[in-house]
């Protein structure tokens, strides 16, 4: 995996789950499918429109069907992760425990925790499936 395959995952990765997360989706997922799904769907095809052309010049019409297979694990884990930690951002915001003292195991923490397994899925689906 080359350095331009990780800044582009990582680059990607911001735009999808960040730019474009509408804040409805962001304050809602946590509490209906609705809006976890809709946030999921749009990261997803926010991969897919940023990376469909590289793949197809690099790896052909045969690796499509893997990019596939990416982007469906992609949007699977996803779903699952934000699931699980968007619940658990949400009750400790409600709690207004945004930060602690060191160790910090606050909202925030666990946000970046969510990336760090949003990070561990992409590099090794790509490694896996791709690379």
Known sequence: MTLAIIFS???IHWIADFLM???KWA???SKNWKDLLSHTITYSLCFTILL???VLFTIGFVGFFVFVKFLLITFVCHTATDYFT????SKMFAEKKYGSSIPNVGGFTVIGFDQVLHYVQLF???YYLLA
Not at 86 to 89: G, N
Request: hydrophobic share 45%; glycine share 10%.
């Open 9 to 11: 995952i990582i680059g």
């Open 21 to 23: 997360q509408d804040e």
């Open 27 to 29: 304050l809602g997922k």
């Open 52 to 54: 469909v052309f590289p």
């Open 86 to 89: 968007s619940r658990v951002v």
């Open 124 to 126: 090794l689906t790509f």
